[in-house]
């Protein structure tokens, strides 16, 4: 009997999620193929990537022993890289299912249009929403197949990176700064000169609010 060691067996389970964001790539691809839309086998692959979606995000959120988190363990390290690549598959699925989306009422229109649907806008937003998803999951599958070749290399992967790295904190709060609000003289510089700006009274809440304050 053959022994897995823990990191071979996360690289199995990478791999097999990157398996099935292939399979439905592909399948997206064979509805493509067809000239016209195929409700049914779409609904069918949403359905799909809406359990490996579930499967993702509970295996991003694994727990694991708190002391590992700073352990150079072989196979500590395979764990905390694997538990961003589930978190990057995640968001990537995600995505994709959002661009799927138009597909689902496009091919529903396209049905419910009378006359030739060859040339209907119905139809080419339908393949233009298969193309989009498909482009999704092609990087979530070759991304993670990366991250499973290397799950315990002396450098991270590129997608390790952008999760860990520097870049990843100024990202972070960069979408936490505040938006500076806007001058109280806006709406006249926007109103062009020689234009007659009229601001309207304040509500009653103000009024009370002010009144109470003084």
């Known amino acids: 009997m053959t022994y897995t060691t823990p990191v071979e067996l996360q690289s199995q389970w990478l791999l097999g999620t990157a398996t099935n964001l292939h399979d439905f790539r592909e399948e997206l691809w064979r509805l493509y193929t067809y000239r016209d839309p195929q409700p049914a086998r779409l609904g069918a692959v949403l359905d799909g990537m809406t359990q490996v979606q579930r499967k993702l995000q509970a295996n991003a959120i694994d727990e694991y022993d708190i002391v590992a988190l700073d352990s150079t363990r072989p196979e500590d390290i395979a764990w905390r890289r694997c538990s961003v690549a589930y978190a990057y598959a995640a968001l990537l699925n995600a995505k994709a299912i959002v661009r799927l989306q138009p597909a689902v009422v496009s091919a529903t229109l396209t049905c419910l249009t009378p006359g030739p649907a060859y040339g209907s806008p119905h139809r080419q937003a ?48 960069s979408a936490a700064v505040v ?36």
């Open 126 to 173: 339908y393949f233009k929403s298969l193309s989009a998803g498909r482009e999704v999951l092609d990087e979530a599958v070759w991304k993670l197949r990366e991250t499973a070749e290397h799950l315990t290399a002396a450098e991270e992967p590129d997608l390790l990176k952008a999760f860990t790295g520097d870049a990843a904190v100024r990202m972070i709060r």
């Open 179 to 214: 938006a500076k609000p806007a001058e109280p003289d806006t709406a006249r510089k926007a109103a062009g000169p020689g234009a007659t700006v009229v601001a309207a009274p304040p509500s009653r809440a103000v009024s009370a609010r002010t009144g109470a304050r003084r």
